[in-house]
Structures are given as structure tokens and as C-alpha cells.
């Protein structure tokens, strides 16, 4: 009696646990196995957290984070071309069914490839055999571990061999069957639509909304007024264009917009995504913290490509929001990087930096902290805590042998420079942003300061751009679209650009994180751009200027001229 209520007892913890009834995989519930399986993938650890052993080769070992599956196959498992090596797909439904040869058609095996549609018998040379058959869990255990896929064929170099028990290998073989599942797209896509939407907070003006928005809406109606020659090639193109042509879809872009304070956006994007799920963000803009848009994203693993803000989230982990920049952070970075070239002309004991939160100041301070490698005495002065008046009493430790960097908004900060200018205090170098400063608030620097003031500027110089520039602006006529804030229009301008050439290499794999890949193999642009020098693509890179100038007002010009003392990339 006592032995069948202890059994009884173990069976009601097993239900409450939720096993009973559950298929176990690798002693593991799915839901366990699945982290542990992207454990392996992405970081090449094994279950119990210690690096996976490796051979490249026959007598090259590899372990750990030198080992992941993630760098060559992607996070997606699509896999990726790097010169004339080429990682094949590794999701589930690759995998598990036959592979073709290249250029070749098999009509036997086409109705049961997803996105297809049934085309007219070939000739008998088209009908060739299969590259490979459709891999077992035991064929595909002994690939990964020898390289040699089914047909005896050895991988080659590029390959390793890994070394997994029988436990390790259930788990990561069960992942793998979960990467990019056919017909399971990613949430917003159905067979004739690809819903996106922008967000656009409170804060920004009607003038900087109606620039953004009326660029990025009338690259969706161009992209869209190709429907009905993709419909018809489906149906009559070349059967070698079968699967590019049939994955066509029109795109929906949604507006969301965001009322009140950042700590409220989290729900507010939550409703409009519960009543319109969308595949990804495009665009969007706010003059405040992206931060909770970012959050969003990454908690609901949604692209958000090219938003207009200078206050990103700056991480190198963080994998679904593509920017334009760093912002305000790169230009402290930049500004890290300078000082360590005037230090090796002249060592300065202190630096005072004065920021305010209210502005995104700290972010510019946070740039610079985090990347400073002089020795000087640090002083951080905040606004939000320090009243303007008693921060200008720090004035007084300015000496020949410090410098201060200001990131402060042009009100305040030109308060600084005349109080500066008034004290005859010492001609120490005095860092700001020119983003913060308009022309007419340039003009009002002191003369007997400016060559004292170094600007960053994170955007290319006036003269650099004009033919790009005059091509954007014909653009903007041809849609008939007024031109007011350029540098918003120009950047939406080119994600315009860029989204086609994205979305025409994803064909019928519309998964989210393939088309964050899809963004990451670009080739870097320098022409579509007229408001950058170049943006630069890379796997996993998320920040695509990676620079920033110093520049300097010219002493000898009337009309605010800058001038460059610095490289774009000071980083």
C-alpha cells in the first residue's frame, strides 16, 4: 500500500511539472531542449555550459565560441556565401528533404517545395537526380561529427567535425528541425502580403513626421505597383524563376503612434501589435530615448530597420534593431578617440564634462567615459542634478592643462561660452556638438573663444554630398514631395533603396531573422546616401556610421564655414 501511494505521488509531481504525457528530448522537456539546443548553435556550449571540442580538418581543434554553428549557418540556419565557400541551409526542411543539383529542376519533387506552384513536364536532361537524399537523425548525427554527408561525399575543410555524445547530438538535431519550419513564416507575412509598420512618438514635430513618413510611404507605393508583373511571370516566367516570381508580396505599412511618456510606449506598441501583427518596423522616429521600441523588438524578436533617432540603444549583444549610428554615444566615442591624439601632443591633468540627462546629454557623457583611455582627473557634472548656476562655478578649475567637454543644449551651453568669454577664462579646448547648435547659434560664439571650440559632426560636411544630395532631391520632386528636412527624407530615401534589394534575396524565406541577415550581407553604400560618407555592412554589426568628424569653426569665413581637423573614423 505504501510503495503504490509513493508511485502515485511521483505521478501527480510529474503532471504538475509537465511531464506526463511529454515526449522527452535528450532527458530534457522541448521546451528545455530548445534552449539548450540554441545553447549549442549560437554560443557552442554544451548542455552542462562547457565549450564543445572541434577538429578543422584532421588535426586543427576548435572549442567553444570558435565552434558555433551560428557563424557560418546564421542564426536563421539559411546559411551564407563567404567568397567561394558556401554554407549550405541547415533548417529542418532543407535538411530533411532531398537537395537538387544546382540548375537543375526536378518536377516529380516540386509540388512539395513551399512557395512553388506546378509547371509543364521538362525534358528528360532537366529531370536529373538528387545532389544528396533527404538527411535521417542518424545520417545527419554522423555528418556533424565526420563531415561525410550520405552519399560518401566529404564536406571538405570548411566543415568541422564536432564532438557530441548521443545526448548533446538529440538536442542540437532537435533544434535544427525548428529553424525557419516551412510554412510557419514569421508573424505579418501571409501568402499575399508583408505587414510593417513605423513609429512615430509625440515629441516630434508635424513637419520632421510628414518628412519622414511621406518619403518612406511612397517607396511602399513604388515597391507595390510591381504586383502585377510578378503575379503574371508566377504563372508564365521561366521555371527557373519559379520561386523568386511566386514569393512576391505586396507590402502594408501600419502607423503606430506613441502618446505620452517612454514608460508607457511598451504597452502602446504591445496593443497595435496584438491588433496587427507585423513582420517588421521600418523607419520611425522620435527626438527622445528609442530604448522602449528597442525593448519591444528584441522581447518580441522583431526587425526594426534604419529608425531616426539620435539615442539608440548602443549593444553588442542585442541582435533586431538596425541603426543608422550610434548617435549621441558615437559622438563621445569620437571625442574619446581625438583627446588621445592631443594627448600625445600635450598630457591635459583634467577633464570637466558637463551633461544634462533632460537632453540626451548623458549619452554623449557615456560615449566618452566608456571609451577614454587618458589619465586626467574626470569631473561629471549633471544638470538634471546640478542647478545651471552652480555648474558654472566649475568654470574655475579651467587651466591651461584641461579640457571641457560640453553636452548641453545651445541655450545653455552658449550661457557656458559666455561665461567663459566674460571671465577671461583659460583657452583650455572646449568640446560640443553641432547638432545641438543651429547656424544663427554658431554666430553667437564668442570671437575671442572660437578657435578654442572643437564640434563633432556626425553627418557628412555641407560640400561633400552635392550630387547626392541633387539626386535625392530629384527623387523628392518626381514624387512630388516638398523638401524640408533633408537629412530625415535623404535617410528614409535610402532604406527605400535598400528594403527591395533585401527583401528580392529573402525569395520565399520570409523569416525574420534571415532578413535581418539579408540587411547584414549587403555590400557597403556610399552612393544612395547623401547625408553619410559611407555605411559600412558586416554579420551582426547593428551601427552602419561608424564615424564621426571633429571639426572647427573657420576664424576667417562669416557664414560659419567648418572645418575638418579630424578623419571620419576617430573611433
Not at 566618452?368 to 562655478?393: C, F, G, H, M, P
Request: aromatic share 10%; net charge neutral; with cysteine.
Amino acid at each position: 500500500m505504501r510503495l503504490a501511494s509513493v508511485v502515485t505521488l511521483v505521478g501527480i509531481l510529474m503532471c504538475c511539472n509537465g511531464y506526463a504525457g511529454e515526449r522527452l528530448i535528450g532527458g530534457y522537456t522541448p521546451e528545455e531542449a530548445y534552449r539548450l539546443g540554441e545553447q549549442i548553435f549560437r554560443n557552442g556550449l554544451k548542455p552542462d555550459g562547457t565549450p564543445i571540442q572541434a577538429l578543422l580538418g584532421s588535426d586543427i581543434p576548435m572549442s567553444g565560441d570558435m565552434a558555433t554553428c551560428v557563424s557560418c549557418h546564421r542564426r536563421s540556419g539559411i546559411g551564407s556565401v563567404e567568397g567561394d565557400i558556401i554554407a549550405w541551409p541547415i533548417t529542418g526542411k532543407e535538411l530533411f528533404t532531398p537537395r537538387r543539383r544546382t540548375g537543375a529542376w526536378n518536377p516529380n519533387a516540386q509540388p512539395h517545395r513551399s512557395g512553388l506552384v506546378q509547371r509543364r513536364e521538362l525534358p528528360e536532361a532537366f529531370q536529373v537526380e538528387h545532389a544528396r537524399p533527404a538527411y535521417t537523425d542518424e545520417s545527419l548525427a554522423v555528418l556533424i561529427r565526420t563531415g561525410v554527408d550520405p552519399t560518401g561525399r566529404n564536406l571538405g575543410f570548411s566543415m568541422p567535425k564536432f564532438s557530441l555524445n548521443d545526448q548533446e547530438m538529440e538536442i542540437l538535431v532537435n533544434y535544427l528541425k525548428t529553424l525557419s519550419p516551412e510554412n510557419d513564416y514569421s508573424p505579418g507575412v501571409d501568402k499575399e502580403t508583408l505587414r510593417f509598420a513605423t513609429v512615430i512618438t509625440d515629441d516630434v514635430s508635424e513637419t520632421d513626421k510628414k518628412a519622414m513618413l511621406d518619403v518612406l510611404q511612397a517607396h511602399v507605393r513604388a515597391r507595390n505597383t510591381q504586383t502585377r508583373p510578378h503575379k503574371k511571370r508566377v504563372t508564365s516566367g521561366p521555371f527557373y524563376k519559379t520561386e523568386s516570381f511566386s514569393a512576391y508580396r505586396t507590402l502594408k505599412l501600419y502607423l503606430w503612434e506613441l502618446k505620452g511618456e517612454p514608460d508607457s510606449w511598451d504597452q502602446q506598441l504591445t496593443d497595435y501589435y496584438n491588433a496587427n501583427p507585423v513582420f517588421g518596423l521600418l523607419g520611425g522616429i522620435s527626438t527622445r530615448t528609442w530604448e522602449p521600441i528597442h525593448r519591444f523588438s528584441e522581447r518580441l524578436k522583431i526587425p526594426t530597420i534604419l529608425p531616426i533617432t539620435d539615442q539608440p540603444v548602443v549593444s553588442d549583444k542585442d541582435w533586431y534593431t538596425l541603426y543608422f549610428s550610434k548617435g549621441y554615444y558615437q559622438e563621445g566615442e569620437s571625442v574619446a578617440a581625438f583627446i588621445r591624439e592631443l594627448n600625445d601632443k600635450k598630457k591635459y591633468k583634467k577633464i570637466i564634462q558637463i551633461f544634462d540627462r533632460n537632453s540626451g546629454g548623458e549619452l554623449f557623457a557615456k560615449g566618452y567615459t566608456d571609451n577614454r583611455s587618458d589619465q586626467a582627473e574626470l569631473i561629471n557634472i549633471d544638470l538634471s542634478v546640478v542647478n545651471l548656476e552652480d555648474a558654472k562655478q566649475s568654470l574655475g578649475q579651467l587651466d591651461e592643462q584641461s579640457i571641457l567637454l560640453l553636452w548641453i543644449d545651445a541655450e545653455k551651453g552658449l550661457s557656458f561660452l559666455n561665461k567663459i568669454n566674460d571671465s577671461g577664462l583659460s583657452h583650455s579646448p572646449i568640446f560640443i556638438s553641432a547638432g545641438y547648435f543651429s547656424d544663427l547659434q554658431k554666430q553667437k560664439i564668442p570671437e575671442n573663444i572660437k578657435d578654442n571650440i572643437y564640434l563633432t559632426h556626425s553627418i557628412s560636411l555641407p560640400e561633400e554630398n552635392k550630387q547626392k544630395e541633387f539626386i535625392v532631391s530629384r527623387w523628392l520632386q518626381r514624387e512630388g514631395i516638398e523638401k524640408t528636412n533633408f537629412s530625415i527624407q535623404a535617410k528614409m530615401y535610402f532604406l527605400g533603396w535598400m528594403l527591395p534589394g533585401a527583401l528580392r534575396h529573402m525569395r520565399s524565406e520570409f523569416y525574420r531573422d534571415y532578413f535581418m541577415e539579408r540587411f547584414d550581407m549587403m555590400t557597403d553604400q556610399n552612393y544612395a546616401i547623401a547625408v553619410y560618407p559611407r555605411l559600412t555592412f558586416a554579420s551582426g554589426q547593428r551601427y552602419l556610421a561608424k564615424g564621426c568628424y571633429i571639426v572647427k569653426l573657420n576664424p576667417d569665413a562669416s557664414n560659419n564655414e567648418l572645418v575638418k581637423v579630424s578623419d571620419w573614423n576617430t573611433n
